[in-house]
């Protein structure tokens, strides 16, 4: 069955401070992984998309990793700002198109 | 270029009423998904159109069904509205079908089911 599990389920940090969050699935064949940041009350952003070959990709703050071999993928945030508080939701596509959620990790950066 | 937007933002109906969520994506996206996003449940596909046809299917009831027009914008309807169907619509558009284009969300649709 196909599955995305993300933890933690969620995490409150230090401004200033990193964290990494993690996406396992289980999602057969693989296609694609994205991360998305949602903010409260507002539609999800994509951060980066990686396919089978990709291994890591950065947008600005934001480093995703990808082991396709172990399945499971991870979101590294550096040097954490208050605006980096919301959802950060991990998908997973199969070749076939179906996409999976999963059910996101909620971040509080505090002052 | 403009985002994608959704209409209305926010949305109160009564059960057994129905309703019409409304998207346009972005200038020269084909193709149109919707999303139902709840705290229990997280983000769940509803269905894709493209090229005003769906492509892919959700595992919602019969009650939920959509249409896409000629410009691309897309409609999403609910039939029979229950109190379980309270919750964030989300829309989505990219350039193509294929999963590996990128995708761009709405703001979405806050609907409430008293």
């Known amino acids: 069955k196909n599955q995305v599990e993300q933890s933690p389920q969620s995490l409150i940090i230090l401004e200033g401070k990193n964290c990494t969050l993690q996406?396992?699935?289980?999602?057969?064949?693989?296609?694609?992984l994205r991360w998305y940041k949602q903010d409260t009350g507002r539609g999800p952003v994509s951060l980066t998309i990686?396919?089978?070959?990709?291994n890591t990709k950065s947008n600005g703050r934001y480093t995703a990793t990808l082991d396709a071999d172990t399945k499971q993928s991870s979101l590294h945030i550096t040097a954490s700002q208050l605006s980096d508080s919301a959802s950060y939701i991990c998908v997973v596509s199969a070749s076939n198109n179906d996409m999976r959620f999963g059910a996101g990790t909620r971040l509080t950066v505090k002052p | 270029k403009a985002g994608v937007t959704q209409t209305p933002r926010y949305l109160i109906k009564t059960r057994g009423q129905q309703v019409t969520l409304s998207c346009s994506p972005i200038s020269g996206h084909r193709s149109v998904s919707w999303y139902q996003q709840t705290p229990g449940q997280g983000l769940q596909f509803l269905f894709e159109?493209?090229?005003?046809?769906?492509?892919n299917k959700g595992n919602f009831p019969g009650r939920f069904s959509g249409r896409q027009f000629s410009n691309s914008r897309s409609e999403m309807n609910v039939s029979t509205l229950e109190l379980g169907d309270s919750a964030l619509y989300l829309c989505?558009?990219?350039?193509?079908?294929?999963?590996?284009?990128?995708?761009?969300f709405g703001p979405g649709t806050r609907l409430t089911v008293t």
């Open positions: 989505a558009s990219s350039l193509e079908s294929e999963n590996a284009y990128e995708q761009y």
């Open positions: 990686m396919t089978f070959s990709e």
């Open positions: 996406c396992n699935y289980t999602v057969s064949p693989f296609s694609n």
């Open positions: 159109y493209f090229s005003e046809t769906q492509r």
